[in-house]
């Protein structure tokens, strides 16, 4: 399994992004995927995750409308839109995949990306 993360950058606040994770070796039917992000100085966070058992989920304070997450079957891809950007959203953002169900701790999954970094400028 490989992944592929892609879409950083350097964005102005207010502004939206599209992140997207490339999976080569499995089939989205049979894997979960989640997106994580890092921030300068803080332990790597789950914020939202997508699989056949599960659907979409968006956890925790990451529910409140701003990260969207959605997949297409047909590219192997996972995307994760994430709207009014803050600098508080700087971070290395990572797509990870594991087994056939969702959850929001990064020690269950088995296979990560390289991570692609985003900055938000103020």
């Known amino acids: 399994v490989q992944l592929q993360a892609s879409g950083g950058g350097l964005v102005q606040t207010g502004g939206s992004l599209t992140l997207s994770c490339a999976a080569s070796?499995?089939?989205?039917?049979?894997?979960?995927i989640g997106w994580f992000r890092q921030r300068p100085g803080m332990e790597r966070d789950g914020i939202a995750c997508?699989?056949?058992?599960?659907?979409?989920?968006v956890y925790g304070n990451y529910k409140w409308g701003r990260f969207t997450i959605s997949r297409d079957i047909a590219k192997n891809m996972v995307s994760l839109q994430i709207d009014k950007l803050s600098p508080a959203d700087t971070a290395i953002y990572f797509c990870?995949?594991?087994?056939?169900?969702?959850?929001?701790?990064?020690?269950?999954?088995?296979?990560w990306g390289q991570g692609t970094l985003v900055t938000v400028s103020s």
């Open positions: 997508v699989s056949d058992e599960d659907g979409t989920i």
């Open positions: 070796g499995v089939s989205l039917h049979d894997t979960a």
């Open positions: 990870a995949s594991q087994g056939l169900y969702c959850n929001q701790y990064r020690q269950t999954y088995e296979h």
